[in-house]
Each structure stands twice: as structure tokens, then as C-alpha cells.
């Protein structure tokens, strides 16, 4: 019996379970990815996390996870498929068929990429559908390829396939961008990005690859020829597994304030599946802290 369970080893799970370790609470933290350290491994480049400025983002996950270890923070390497509570005390069931008891839950599962949901997507992933151009980029050296999305992830992953493609058109669907202003003028100021906008895509082509993409723009079908495309367009959060035990938002965003309290006692949520106005590295650090905070109280209660 634990006095705490972390799901989820992003920046928020593991910023819990350091602050978990150091309030010497009895804690554990479940990842289903081998020494998975969250998104933020796919991030080029992290220059807004104070104090370590131009950071890759695979090198400042792994310091995260660094840090927990030498803490001393137990890691269970299992995907959670079932959250139970009984008289107070959370069942987490894993694939393995394993149960962990804990008194309380910080859940800290994150969001997924979210699809397109148009022909050719799902059939040609990993044949030239993409959602991430740090993992693929490398593959379309001085080839086509096409960005759709609107916000600071994709104008920072055109950016980055910039360096190395021919030509990167970055494709958005209405007639701005959502990202900051410092992406947008970078953009705008790389000779090889192409800008898109109002511009909806309809299928994505090929036999054995990807070889082109259809948009509609104005009305009229474009056909561009691309070599790949990576996908941008935001995020899912990984929040169905406990719908029916919290209270959601209408996008599935787990309702909780900065102190993690849910509509469920003893039950927290920290970093990018909890509703808030900003999801950066920061607000997910903090979150895992004062998760931990509230967890003391709710112990501190409970017995």
C-alpha cells in the first residue's frame, strides 16, 4: 500500500515525485514508456524554462528523470488500464494485470496528438505521416514536406524542418496563426517556408508513400506534391480512462484548480490533461509540486 500513485513521467509526474521523495511520503510513479520522460522529448529546443535557455528537450526530460532517480523515486514501468476506488483507497490496474494500492492518486497522464481524421492519415503513418519532426525530420533531408497546424508546435516544427528540407509548406486552416509573435516573424523570415492559409486539407495520397496532399482553398481543390507531412494540430488529453471517476470539461480537460483537487478526494491531476489557460514546462513543474502539497494536506486528514 502506497500512501501516493503518480501516472504519468513527464515534466508534471516527475516534478511530483521529486517533491513526493523529498516529503519522504511513500510513493510510486507508473509510466507505460520505458524511461519515458513526456513530450517534452520531442521539443528541438526549449528556450522559455528559466535558467537553461536553448535546453534540448530530450536532454532536459532525461535531467528530470536524472533528478528523480537520485532522489530515490521508484519507477513501475506499466500502462494503467483501470482506476477503481474502495472505501478511500485507489486500485490502479496495469496491463500486466498487476494492482497498485495507494491512498491517494496524482494523475499526470498528459494528452496525445491529435488526428486529422482525413483519408490516407491513419494508413500512411510512419509512411510519411508524421507527428513529430524531431523523432522523423532527419528522414526528408532535402525533400517536401508539409506542416499542418496553426500554433507554436507547428510553426516551431516548420522552423526546424526548415534546416534540413527543401521546401516546408506550412498549411493552417484559417487566415492567422495562434502561435506567438516571435515564432510567427521566424517563419515568415525563412526563405524556403511557404504559408498556406485558409486552406482545409481534404485526403492525403499515396501507394506505398506519401506523395501528395489535397486542400481546399476557396472553394477549389489544390493538389501539392510533398514527400511527407507532419500533423500539428494540437492535443487529446489522455483523460477517458477516469471519466466516469472526475469531473471533465466539454474538450475532456480534467476541471482542478492550481492545487490539483478534483471532484474526487484524494484523486489530483497535474501538468497538460488538467483544464488551464497555459500547458508549458513551467505550469506542468508547478503542478506536480503543489499536487504534492495537496496530497499532504489530504493526509495529513485523512488519518
Do not use: W
Not at 510513479?29 to 536553448?54: C, F, H, R
Not at 509512411?127 to 514536406?145: E, H, L, P, Q, R
Not at 477517458?240 to 484524494?266: C, F, H, P, Q, R
Request: proline content about 1%; hydrophobic content about 40%.
Amino acid at each position: 500500500m502506497y500512501e501516493l500513485v503518480i501516472i504519468g513521467s513527464g515534466c508534471a509526474g516527475l516534478s511530483a515525485i521529486i517533491y513526493a521523495k523529498r516529503a519522504m511520503l511513500n510513493a510510486v510513479i507508473i509510466e507505460k514508456n520505458y524511461n519515458g520522460a513526456g513530450q517534452i522529448t520531442e521539443s528541438e529546443q526549449v528556450d522559455n524554462y528559466p535558467g537553461l535557455y536553448a535546453e534540448s528537450g530530450f536532454d532536459l526530460g532525461n535531467k528530470f528523470r536524472e533528478h528523480a532517480k537520485k532522489v530515490g523515486a521508484e519507477f513501475i514501468n506499466a500502462e494503467v488500464i483501470d482506476i477503481t476506488n474502495d472505501n478511500n483507497i485507489y486500485n490502479i490496474k496495469c496491463s500486466d494485470n498487476s494492482v497498485i494500492s495507494a491512498r491517494t492518486v496524482i494523475y499526470a497522464a498528459g494528452c496525445k496528438h491529435r488526428k486529422l481524421n482525413i483519408i490516407g492519415e491513419k494508413e500512411l503513418i510512419g509512411k510519411g505521416v508524421s507527428y513529430c519532426a524531431i523523432c522523423d525530420g532527419a528522414f526528408y533531408k532535402d525533400k517536401t514536406v508539409a506542416v499542418i497546424g496553426g500554433g507554436d508546435t507547428a510553426l516551431s516544427e516548420a522552423v526546424l524542418l526548415s534546416k534540413t528540407a527543401n521546401k516546408v509548406y506550412l498549411i493552417h486552416r484559417r487566415d492567422k496563426f495562434r502561435a506567438n509573435k516571435v515564432l510567427q516573424e521566424k517563419v515568415r523570415s525563412t526563405d524556403n517556408i511557404e504559408i498556406i492559409l485558409s486552406a482545409i486539407p481534404m485526403q492525403i495520397i499515396g501507394a506505398k508513400n506519401v506523395e501528395s496532399i489535397d486542400l481546399i482553398i476557396n472553394n477549389e481543390r489544390k493538389r501539392l506534391c510533398i514527400d511527407g507531412v507532419f500533423i500539428a494540430v494540437g492535443y487529446v488529453p489522455n483523460s477517458n480512462i477516469v471519466k466516469d471517476m472526475v469531473d471533465l470539461d466539454n474538450n475532456g480537460y480534467i476541471i482542478a484548480d492550481e492545487s490539483g483537487k478534483t471532484s474526487k478526494n484524494g484523486f489530483f491531476v497535474a501538468g497538460d490533461v488538467r483544464q488551464k489557460q497555459l500547458r508549458q514546462i513551467v505550469t506542468a513543474v508547478s503542478d506536480g509540486a503543489n499536487c504534492v502539497a495537496s496530497v499532504e494536506r489530504y493526509l495529513e486528514n485523512l488519518i
